[in-house]
T-cell receptor, first 115, second 114 residues
Framework: KQEVTQIPAALSVPEGENLVLNCSFTDSAIYNLQWFRQDPGKGLTSLLLIQSSQREQTSGRLNASLDKSSGRSTLYIAASQPGDSATYLCAVSVLSAGANSKLTFGKGITLSVRP | DAGITQSPRHKVTETGTPVTLRCHQTENHRYMYWYRQDPGHGLRLIHYSYGVKDTDKGEVSDGYSVSRSKTEDFLLTLESATSSQTSVYFC?????????????FGPGTRLTVL
């Protein structure tokens, strides 16, 4: 069974710092890895999707990398801002028993960026 | 918000009562999903649909049923609600399967079962 781990559960940094959020997964047979952002009381917003054949994806100040063989992904946030404060979840896409793929989520990292 | 609405947004009910949550989309996406989110467990898939009348179970489907009679609506029913089903429920949609496409999430429904 695929398991996705995100450690630590919470992180607090000063504004302007570059930071890395980590995600690990146990089974390397994935279709893709996705990073989401969740603000308190809201649904999830997709940030980046990395296909299994890719090594990284970039969007603005965000860069996500994928090392499928080691079961790891990182989300790099450059020049963090208070508006980046949120919970960041990673999810991997795997083939489910019903021959349809599904996402398995980590529990998320709650990031607080101090002004 | 990718044209997804969930209703109701908040509901308090009593143990043993039936509850139906509705997810409505305006995007005509083929795939729809129901998740629950709980502290300590993260987000877990309950049921999903890959077309009208085509549904399948997720990892925590016991006690839940779903129906999709139209592309735009995906209903989640708790036949007899229990306190363990107190949670925040999210609907999501995608154009294609999770192997190629991301998912767009609704705002969530907070359900409390007393």
């Amino acid at each position: 069974k695929q398991e996705v781990t995100q450690i630590p559960a919470a992180l607090s940094v000063p504004e302007g710092e570059n930071l890395v959020l980590n995600c690990s997964f146990t089974d390397s047979a994935i279709y893709n890895l996705q990073w989401f952002r969740q603000d308190p009381g809201k649904g999830l917003t997709s940030l980046l999707l990395i296909q299994s054949s890719q090594r990284e994806q970039t969007s603005g100040r965000l860069n996500a990398s994928l090392d499928k063989s080691s079961g790891r992904s990182t989300l790099y946030i450059a020049a963090s801002q208070p508006g980046d404060s949120a919970t960041y979840l990673c999810a991997v896409s795997v083939l489910s028993a019903g021959a349809n793929s599904k996402l398995t989520f980590g529990k998320g990292i709650t990031l607080s960026v101090r002004p | 918000d990718a044209g997804i609405t969930q209703s109701p947004r908040h509901k308090v009910t009593e143990t043993g009562t039936p509850v139906t949550l509705r997810c409505h989309q305006t995007e005509n996406h083929r795939y729809m999903y129901w998740y629950r989110q709980d502290p300590g467990h993260g987000l877990r898939l309950i049921h999903y649909s890959y077309g009208v009348k085509d549904t399948d179970k997720g990892e925590v489907s016991d006690g839940y049923s779903v129906s999709r009679s139209k592309t735009e609506d995906f209903l989640l029913t708790l036949e007899s609600a229990t306190s363990s089903q107190t949670s925040v429920y999210f609907c999501a949609i995608s154009r294609a399967g999770a192997e190629v496409d991301t998912q767009y999430f609704g705002p969530g429904t907070r359900l409390t079962v007393l």
